[in-house]
């Protein structure tokens, strides 16, 4: 269909993605390459501290931070409400982009947009999927998150591109098409994809969303979308030392924070040495002692990177750690022991 809707509605985009995809580079690709159009950007994060509200190129009224660690059937209230809070601001909003956490299901996110009122205010445009070239594989296909996530992609985006060979792309490539046979893959460096191949492609129909029937590897039945529950266990701890994340599918996270610096020494030493292999995401702000400047950390498997800006508020260390079978108390006793008093 390609007929213009009666109403005004404001087209969304989910951006979806397993842990480390790049979903953050994504967004703010958008997000700067965007020339006279007003965006609203919600937010999601897995674990107590947001680190993503910090790295998105927006002001702050462009940008809704959903408290809630996991974009699942119980945030569908909080995502109603933050969509009515944009899209009731004077200025006229011409789009919305949701990025949800690297261990969301999409479905629950785009059933809160054609299941409610959201409906009469807002058009699904698409659910873009990046995929991580490098880190991919079956482990991620074979949980319930990462299958959902390629199953309800509209575009299947291969990111990070660079890092790996010819034929790794066309393999990873054939692995999605196995799954999902008339995908719509592109590839991208850091996101980097002309946006009128990614926005107003009207792509998303929601008579394609499969059921569960569909693919029985997919059971959405302890969520009840109509009225925003899930009887999952996403709870939190809020001490004072920022309470770890309960587990999906077993991946858990760890969050930690300090008002003095960390050691450059300690720290490299415990990327080098004590960094548990069971850690397969991780995203921080950083202070060392030695600098002055402000640095972004980003984990992805085995590959890390980190990145100097300038500061712009406070300084401080923020660093949110996620996967497997973790020893939480052991891997906040390292990060402490890093820091510098």
Avoid at 45 to 64: Q, R, S
Avoid at 82 to 99: C, F, G, M, S, T
Avoid at 169 to 188: G, W, Y
Avoid at 282 to 290: D, H, M
């Amino acid at each position: 269909m390609t007929t213009t809707p009666a109403t005004a509605n404001v087209p969304v985009t989910i951006l979806s993605g397993f842990l480390g995809a790049g979903k953050t580079t994504l967004l703010n690709h958008i997000l700067s390459n965007q020339q006279g159009v007003k965006t609203a950007v919600l937010v999601n994060e897995f674990g107590e501290i947001g680190i993503d509200n910090d790295l998105v190129v927006t002001t702050d009224e462009d940008m809704v931070a959903l408290s809630n660690g996991c974009i699942c059937c119980s945030i569908n209230d909080e995502l109603m409400e933050a969509v009515e809070r944009v899209i009731e601001r004077p200025e006229p909003l011409d789009y919305i982009v949701v990025e949800t956490t690297g261990l969301a299901d999409p479905l629950p996110v785009a059933m809160t947009f054609l299941g409610s009122e959201l409906r009469d205010q807002t058009r699904l445009d698409s659910i873009i999927t990046l995929i991580d070239a490098e880190n991919f594989d079956n482990v991620v296909l074979d949980t319930e998150v990462g299958r959902a996530q390629v199953i309800y992609g509209d575009i299947l985006l291969l990111n990070k591109c660079d890092l790996v060979s010819e034929e790794r792309l066309e393999a990873v490539e054939q692995q999605l098409r196995d799954v999902k046979n008339d995908a719509r893959i592109l590839r991208s460096v850091k996101g980097d994809v002309p946006l009128p191949l990614l926005l107003s492609v009207g792509l998303f129909e929601s008579d394609k969303v499969s059921s569960p029937a569909d693919d029985p590897s997919l059971d959405h039945s302890d969520c009840d979308h109509d009225h925003g529950h899930c009887s999952h266990d996403h709870g939190h701890d809020h001490s004072h030392e920022h309470g770890d994340h309960q587990d999906i599918e077993g991946f858990t996270s760890v969050s930690f924070q300090s008002d003095d610096p960390f050691s450059l020494r300690k720290f490299q030493n415990f990327l080098d040495n004590q960094m548990p292999q069971e850690v397969f995401w991780a995203k921080g702000i950083l202070w060392f002692n030695e600098s002055e400047r402000r640095h972004v950390f980003h984990l992805a498997g085995k590959r890390f990177s980190i990145d100097d800006t300038d500061w712009t508020g406070d300084r401080k260390n923020q660093l949110v750690l996620i996967g497997r079978d973790i020893d939480h108390t052991t891997l906040r006793e390292q990060l402490q022991a890093c820091v510098v008093y």
